[in-house]
């Protein structure tokens, strides 16, 4: 008994949480501490991704419900990482909170369904990912307007590699998401459908043409901000948002194959 409570005497960190099945009050005040600039930069990082009406505010109290959620859920006995359990939920909470708004028009959602259409066909037919202009030829508009629709359709470019946990890659050509089960399901068959998407995943991530693949591995596994890329890039930060789209396209595209 003295040993644990010498360790709630440490200053707080996740070993704490491996030796704790229930937190305290104080626990919980200190983790908040902890973490809560980490919900409201996760809320600017999604911001830059979509509409104007999109406030950072809203994105942040719902990131703080779910973050509270997974205050009272996480089980340490499951042998997953606290701060990965609690991106997977503050992400859910956000990605919950967009929904209910339903920010995306039926127009929009028509753009985007011609852009994934055109796409498919065109990865068919040339045996990999289009370029661009490919794809501006394909739909018959120019390459301006096919960058139009990739930034009006950003908003509905979210994947289960929003819920990836890149931090066991040690270099970007061994990059491969892992996802954790919010649920922390031990069906195998649910188990091995997730290992399928990592898998499938992983190689549609390395088909990507480069420019693509060092965006989302700069936003995924560096945490950059699209403007913080677009600096990097030495590009606006609404075209890093465009190659970012360009990049989920892809990537959709390639779960539809599997769940289709």
């Known amino acids: 008994m003295g040993t644990q409570k010498a360790a709630l005497n440490l200053p707080f960190d996740e070993s704490t949480l491996q030796v704790h099945s229930r937190l305290t009050g104080g626990e919980?005040?200190?983790?908040?501490?902890?973490?809560?600039?980490?919900?409201?930069?996760?809320?600017?990082?999604?911001?830059?991704?979509?509409?104007?009406?999109?406030?950072?505010?809203?994105?942040?109290?719902?990131g703080?419900?779910?973050?509270?959620?997974?205050?009272?859920?996480?089980?340490?006995?499951?042998?997953?990482?606290?701060?990965?359990?609690?991106e997977i939920r503050v992400k859910g909470a956000m990605l919950d909170e967009l929904r209910a708004m339903d920010p995306v028009s039926r127009t929009t959602r028509q753009k985007a369904q011609v852009l994934?259409?055109?796409?498919?066909?065109?990865e068919k037919s040339l045996n990999r990912p289009p370029t661009d202009e490919e794809m501006a030829e394909k739909m018959g508009i120019t390459l301006e307007e096919f960058h139009d629709m990739l930034s009006s359709t950003k908003t509905i470019n979210i994947l289960p590699l929003e819920y990836a946990d890149f931090e066991y890659c040690e270099k970007e050509a061994s990059c491969e998401p892992a996802f954790v089960a919010v649920t922390n399901s031990s069906d195998p068959f649910e188990l091995l459908q997730k290992k399928e998407l990592v898998n499938e995943l992983a190689k549609a991530i390395a088909k990507l043409p480069e420019k693509e693949k060092l965006v989302v591995?700069?936003?995924y596994y560096e945490q950059l901000t699209m403007k913080e890329i677009g600096k990097v890039l030495d590009v606006s930060e609404s075209r890093v948002s465009q190659i970012h789209s360009k990049a989920m396209l892809s990537l959709r595209n390639a779960l539809e194959k599997l769940t289709g």
């Open 28 to 62: 919980k005040e200190e983790l908040i501490t902890k973490y809560g600039g980490l919900v409201k930069y996760m809320a600017h990082r999604l911001a830059a991704r979509l509409p104007e009406h999109v406030t950072v505010d809203d994105l942040i109290s719902a």
């Open 64 to 86: 703080m419900i779910g973050f509270i959620d997974a205050l009272d859920k996480f089980d340490p006995s499951k042998q997953v990482r606290f701060k990965t359990y609690m």
């Open 116 to 122: 994934a259409e055109a796409f498919s066909e065109l």
């Open 217 to 219: 591995s700069l936003y």
